[in-house]
């Protein structure tokens, strides 16, 4: 069937199916029941199923039958609603999208109670997402009536659904379940056979068309595996998708993402509703879409694909974001096999848009404001709230509520040195975890009144044993971390009584596996049932090599008496039992392996520039007091070791793999020191400024390099000893290696 241009036809019956239907005039639906069922439609003029002033109150359904994969309309493909420079207008009987429960729904409940009045119906479809780390207690159950904000059911509660409001520290906790509505008025969907072959129907816009959505139901979407071919997908719009928007409505059984918005900006995606969908959900799928703009969706249940269209769909997230240019606001991601919000940024725009003159990790943020996430499930590399990774500008992340992910809550990567503001982050593995990030006025609990399931076959604690180690508040990765007015909740391992929790609990955790940076740090924290740190073990202080501190900036936690108690206000820091990082002046904290010493601390490293990797090192500090110091592994041939120490004090170092070319550096505030000394058996010896090649300066004695303040250095020729003084180069992490020390025969053209 094609309709002509200038032509307008009211379709007020429903025609037998169609092969195709080509609207190059106007299709308008009449007010009453209707169903069209073609192979796929094309839509160079206007498609309208009500207006915004007149929304439909009956209901439409539009089946697409299109089955043949071969088949391509117009670089489209086919089942489809194709939108080449027209418009479709679809405006559905107005209805609540989704809101929260107001009381927990026990299982085998035939009721439940939300937070507001709904004007769901008999027959609706809804979903009551999980609120346990499983996401696929995800419950989809028919509405028996509804009055009010009370919801009878027609099937009973399969899973407890947590629905109430919690308060820690005067800070509220809301781990309530979402309730979407799925059903809709207006119905695109792909035929029967969609569930066998993962061949659904879908909506592409392309050519300045434009899509005005508002309460539309998707249902058997998306084309499994194949590139293009999502439920909606707004294709090279560029600056033309601000005329064009997708609210209150709903995707649900999608074999292939849910919205993507693919070198297309401005559009407007607010109010939906996802569930039981393949890879990731809402896409930007270059990485040059900027200005989009999310707000108060729903996501639920994203799954990993049998077939990936890109490589990361092996971590499905419900929010993938390839430009941090564009607004997520106020948005839940409820359940995913990976992540809830992944910031991925490509180093440069992918696909039809590539290209080396821009980078959207430099772009700046435009809000990410108010989102929830929660039942995210994976292995230690996803099982994710908010995941940010390889954007280099500072970003602040506000108002962000992440619980029962299986493994992180917030995770704020490299390289920006970001923040996280008003966070309320409960029964993670580890609430906020980063490097060289801040977390500030945020709330973070342990375990809160929202009850774990038992284990059972299709609990994560038996596929991943999410919480078998440390359940842990904050965790250092690879820099520092900073904890500025955030409350500690149960964070005390007695409280850990059910079968599952065998750990411990710490409100900060440092990575065992190395040092930790010497800048991480807690300030005016609140300890609330939680012990502040803990550390392993030091059978052997001898040997050990590994470095733990955790700065105290205000001396809340100087007293051996209970966590938390405000005493003498002085600063000191948090240590591991290594020989070099405690003295007579640190007191012992029962039960956490630390020390709690009134000392400042900093980062020594050290790396031969020549390449090769290198022994560890004994250091005796000037009291006497040894340790050691560990190696250089050899990454790319360039060997590195790094190491926390005292400020202030001298060094003096034994390597037991002698080197003569070598890089060292001091990471710490500019007003520290630190000063080094070895054996140097050569005659001569330069020590110049790694950054800028200019030499240290060069004292004549002994007694004048004691007597100095800056960078500089001293040859003993008599002794045959180097002394060098580091100062603090004040930066928050990385450039410690600022000095070049060589024998003048092996030194490396800088």
């Known amino acids: 069937m094609v309709i002509p241009q200038g032509k307008t036809v009211v379709l007020d019956v429903s025609p037998p199916p169609l092969k195709s239907v080509q609207i190059n005039g106007t299709l308008s639906f009449a007010r009453q029941d209707l169903s069209l069922t073609s192979d796929w439609i094309l839509v160079h003029g206007l498609l309208q199923i009500g207006t915004a002033a007149e929304p439909f109150q009956q209901r439409a359904t539009i089946m697409l039958t299109g089955n043949n994969p071969d088949e391509d309309v117009m670089g489209m493909g086919t089942k489809m609603i194709g939108v080449m420079g027209g418009t479709v207008e679809m405006y559905g009987s107005p209805r609540v999208s989704w809101t929260h429960l107001n009381a927990t729904a026990a299982i085998g409940s035939s009721q439940i109670v939300l937070e507001r009045a709904v004007d769901w119906q008999a027959d609706d479809w809804i979903v009551i997402t999980s609120t346990d780390f499983n996401p696929y207690q995800a419950n989809v159950i028919q509405v028996n009536s509804v009055a009010g904000n009370s919801v009878a059911l027609k099937q009973p509660v399969q899973d407890l659904h947590w629905g109430e409001l919690q308060t820690y520290d005067n800070k509220q906790l809301d781990e309530r379940a979402e309730v979407g509505l799925l059903s809709r008025n207006i119905v695109i969907a792909g035929d029967d056979s969609s569930e066998q072959t993962g061949f659904g129907a879908h909506m592409m816009v392309m050519g300045g068309g434009q899509f005005h959505l508002d309460r539309v139901e998707f249902y ?46 401005q559009v407007q995606i607010t109010s939906n509703v996802t569930y039981n969908t393949f890879g990731h959900c809402f896409f930007l799928e270059d990485g040059v879409e900027t200005g989009n703009v999310f707000e108060g969706n729903l996501g639920i249940l994203t799954r990993r694909p049998e077939v990936n269209i890109i490589e990361s769909d092996s971590f499905p997230s419900t929010y993938w974001i390839s430009n941090p240019n564009n607004i997520f ?47 995210n499930y994976g292995d230690w590399d996803s099982g994710t709230g908010l995941n940010v990774s390889h954007y280099n500008v500072s970003g602040t992340f506000t108002d962000v509520t992440a619980y029962k992910n299986a493994r992180k809550g917030i995770w704020l990567g ?28 945020s709330l973070i609990v342990g375990k809160s009144a929202n009850p774990d399931s038992s284990p059972g076959p299709n609990s994560v604690f038996t596929e991943s044993a999410w919480n078998g180690g440390i359940i842990r508040g904050m965790e250092e990765y690879d820099g520092w971390l900073r904890a500025e007015n955030v409350s500690f909740v149960n964070f005390d391992a007695s409280q850990n009584t059910e079968p599952h929790q065998v750990g411990r609990a710490v409100a900060f955790y440092v990575n065992e596996g190395h040092s930790s940076s010497s800048r991480s740090s807690l300030s005016a924290t609140s300890m609330l049932n939680a012990q502040p740190t803990w550390f392993p073990a030091v059978s052997d202080p001898a040997a050990e090599y590994r470095t733990f501190v955790v700065v105290d900036t205000d ?17 000191g820091a948090f240590v591991n039992a290594h020989p070099l990082l405690s003295t007579a002046a640190c007191t012992v904290k029962p039960g956490s392996n630390a020390y709690w010493c009134p000392h400042q601390y900093g980062g020594f490293e050290v790396a031969p520039i020549l ?110 000893q180097l002394y060098v003084r580091l100062v603090g180069n004040g930066r928050e992490s990385g450039g410690g290696r600022q000095a070049v020390v060589c024998n003048l025969a092996s030194c490396p053209v800088l």
């Open 611 to 720: 390449g090769q990797a290198f022994g560890s090192m004994t250091f005796v500090r000037d009291d006497g007091v040894r340790g050691r110091i560990p190696g250089g592994y050899a990454p790319n041939g360039i060997g590195y070791s790094s190491s926390n120490i005292l400020l202030n004090r001298t060094y003096t170092i034994q390597p037991d793999d002698p080197f003569a070319t070598f890089t060292m550096g001091l990471n710490a505030p500019s007003s520290n020191w630190a000063v080094f000394k070895f054996a140097w058996p050569y005659s001569e010896v330069s020590v110049t400024n790694q950054l800028d090649g200019q030499p240290y300066s060069r004292y004549s004695s002994e007694a004048a390099f004691n007597a100095g303040t800056g960078l500089g250095y001293f040859l003993n020729a008599t002794n045959q």
């Open 329 to 375: 606001r106020n948005n839940v991601a409820a359940g995913s096999e990976s992540f809830g919000f992944w910031y991925d940024l490509p180093e440069y725009p992918t696909g039809v848009s590539a290209t080396n003159s821009y980078s959207p990790r430099t772009a700046p943020l435009g809000e990410f404001r108010g989102n929830i996430a929660h039942s």
């Open 414 to 441: 490299c390289c920006g040195n970001h923040t996280a503001v008003n966070a309320r982050l409960a029964n993670n593995l580890a609430g906020f975890f980063g490097e060289n990030a801040t977390l500030r006025d």
């Open 220 to 265: 058997r979407v998306g084309q499994k595996g194949r590139s293009g071919r999502y439920p909606l997908h707004a294709h090279l719009l560029g600056s033309a998708g601000a005329n064009s928007f997708l609210k209150n409505s709903s995707i649900h059984h999608s074999y292939n993402r849910c919205v993507t918005l693919h070198g297309t900006n």
């Open 555 to 571: 001396g809340l936690f100087a007293s051996p008496s209970q966590p938390g108690t405000y005493s003498s206000g002085q600063p």
